[in-house]
């Protein structure tokens, strides 16, 4: 069984406690509007087009996204940090796109980093079934769940779907006992209202034991992946939140009783 792939980073310090290692798996259920990882969508290695310039000469390159890994070749490249990870209290991450897209190759590759004792940590958008993050919670030390927006219509016309189900596995986990951290990704009129923000804390407060919310400020970097993928019209996408935006969004959740970080 093989898992794909479209990219391995490793010193990440924004993805889980620690010096980690973040495995990007291929596949979304999502189309976030801001999304900054667009390579990710498709379950399916994928050809990109880049273009070259060269003083008054231009030339395109193209390049392959997605490799197919088992998940012994994978742990095998991942383990290769475990002195970074023993010395920082760090590990693996898993993000995407959505890991549990391929949830076989996920459960596989958590169960052998865990027996050789690698923290493991998921990073979801909470859209897959009930089932699969139920099989994966035994192996996995931490998960870093995404609160995009809690009304659904409007989850629905950011994403592309409603959040019951998110909203539900959010629940789930919890329930299960799961280390979760959430992640509230800031996108400035998509859903910094207060009435988001209140109603997100709301919901918070009535799970046990969440006692962090990162805040991942929108950006812009991603422009260029859209160009190369030849999809959307960045032209559209939102501005950026200023830093004294952000700043209020960490003092309203640091108040609501929240530890918080700025980019995870
Ligand atoms: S869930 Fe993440 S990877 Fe998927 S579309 Fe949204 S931002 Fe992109």
């Known amino acids: 069984m093989q898992g ?3 990219d391995i980073r490793r010193y990440s310090v924004h993805d889980g406690p620690g010096i980690r290692t973040t495995v ?15 390579e990710s969508w498709l379950l399916q290695p994928e050809t990109t087009v ?10 395109e390159t193209t390049e392959v996204v997605g ?27 898993f993000s995407g796109g ?11 590759s958590l169960a052998l980093l865990h027996k050789k004792g690698i923290h493991t940590a998921v990073d979801t958008c909470g859209l897959a079934s ?7 919670a035994p192996h996995t030390n931490l998960f870093l769940f995404d609160l995009k927006h809690m009304d659904s219509a409007t989850h629905k016309r950011l994403t592309g779907c409603d959040n019951e189900l998110i909203l539900s596995n959010l629940r789930l986990l919890n329930t299960l006992g799961a280390d979760i951290i959430i992640r509230y ?8 209202s207060k009435e988001n923000l209140n109603a997100m804390v709301s919901f918070l407060s009535a799970l046990k034991g969440i006692s962090e919310v ?5 950006h812009k970097i991603a422009a260029h992946k859209y160009q190369k993928m030849g999809i959307g019209n960045w032209d559209n996408a939102p501005s950026e939140p200023t830093k004294t935006e952000i700043e209020q969004v960490v003092s309203f959740l640091k108040n609501s009783g929240y530890k918080v970080k700025v980019g995870g």
């Open 214 to 218: 990162d805040v991942l400020p929108y």
């Open 50 to 59: 880049r273009k070259n310039r060269i003083g008054n000469d231009t030339f």
């Open 185 to 192: 990704p800031f996108i400035p009129t998509a859903n910094d």
């Open 24 to 38: 990007f798996l291929k596949g979304c259920p999502l189309r976030c509007l801001w999304c900054h990882n667009p």
């Open 4 to 6: 794909l792939v479209f």
């Open 67 to 93: 490799k197919y890994y088992t998940p012994t070749e994978l742990v095998s490249i991942v383990e290769k940090d475990y002195l970074f990870f023993d010395e920082s209290n760090g590990g693996v991450t």
């Open 98 to 108: 959505e890991p549990l897209m391929q949830p076989e190759f996920l459960e596989q």
């Open 130 to 136: 009930a089932e699969r993050y139920k099989a994966i």
